[in-house]
């Protein structure tokens, strides 16, 4: 398994901030890949972008599904936290 192969997936995320945060949180390890799975807030919008400070391209490159299903079709391993 490789960095480029992990994934972190925000179930209903909240508020624009903690989405923000956590791609700049990515960032910081070098990980890559987030999907989101019906976020609350619009998404993108531009305080997930401001919170996100410098880690544009995460949330840019991030998939967004409406159900948690199908964004793990392609998911081998799940781990979950809160």
């Given at each position: ?56 391209n995460i949330i840019n ?18 781990i979950a936290t809160s």
């Open positions: 398994m490789t960095i480029n192969n992990i994934s972190f997936i925000l179930h209903k995320p909240q508020l624009s901030e903690n989405i923000g945060a956590c791609a700049r949180g990515m960032k910081n390890f070098d990980f890559k890949k987030m999907i989101v799975v019906d976020p609350k807030p619009f998404f993108p919008n531009d305080k997930i972008l401001a919170t996100s400070v410098g880690a544009k490159k991030s998939k967004v599904f409406d159900h948690l299903e199908p964004a793990l079709k392609n998911i081998d391993y799940v």
